[in-house]
């Protein structure tokens, strides 16, 4: 089982690195990974997400499309409580249309936020955390930090360790996506 996510893995990268997003080599990027996968309903997804952030050490990036999950709001306050550097991005859209957003909260709490309006949709799901060291973790899939990606609807998310390149290439496009955000100022 595990060799077939790693072949997973494998043509996930490969069909980025045909598209011109990863740098390296695949097989070699693949190889190193340990990929961890979990899927809604039945799997607790927000759990894995809130444990992963709690080990957490250095830096927790985020990229999110709708973010009204409270543990996982609270999960990245905490990190950042312990010294850990937390930033956002998200979809201006949802985040201005949603209700429950817990974007707005967390700016106020004094995480720093972004929101990327520059496409249709910005609908990264992704964290890297601690990228740069050994401990670096890559958490992606279609599972939006959400109740509902929880309880309601049927998603996935895949957590990725072990490959240093593979978390800086995440991390890379972190920074590009930052450059054309906005800063989100909540008086």
């Known amino acids: 089982m595990k060799n077939n996510w790693l072949l997973l893995a494998a043509c996930l990268l490969a069909a980025q690195a045909q598209a011109g997003t990863v740098a390296g080599t695949v097989p070699a990027v693949a190889a190193k990974a340990r990929v961890e996968i979990a899927f809604t309903p039945g799997a607790d997804v927000a759990g ?3 444990a992963a952030i709690a080990r957490a050490r250095r830096q927790v990036l985020v990229q999110a499309f709708s973010f009204t999950h409270d543990d996982i709001a609270r999960a990245l306050l905490d990190a950042q409580h312990r010294g850990v550097e937390v930033k956002l991005i998200a979809d201006r859209g949802q985040t201005e249309q949603m209700d429950r957003s817990q974007v707005p909260g967390l700016a106020r709490a004094g995480l720093p936020v972004w929101l990327d309006g520059d496409h249709q949709s910005a609908h990264n799901k992704v964290m890297v955390i601690d990228a740069g060291t050994t401990a670096a973790v890559i958490i992606t899939g279609s599972f939006n930090f959400t109740r509902a990606a929880q309880y309601k609807n049927a ?3 895949v957590f990725i360790s ?5 978390a800086e290439e995440y991390m890379r496009n972190w920074q590009r996506h930052v450059k054309h955000s906005q800063p989100l100022t909540i008086h």
Request: hydrophobic share 35%; proline share 0%.
């Open 48 to 50: 894995k997400i809130v």
């Open 155 to 157: 998603e996935n998310a």
């Open 162 to 166: 072990g490959s240093d390149e593979l």
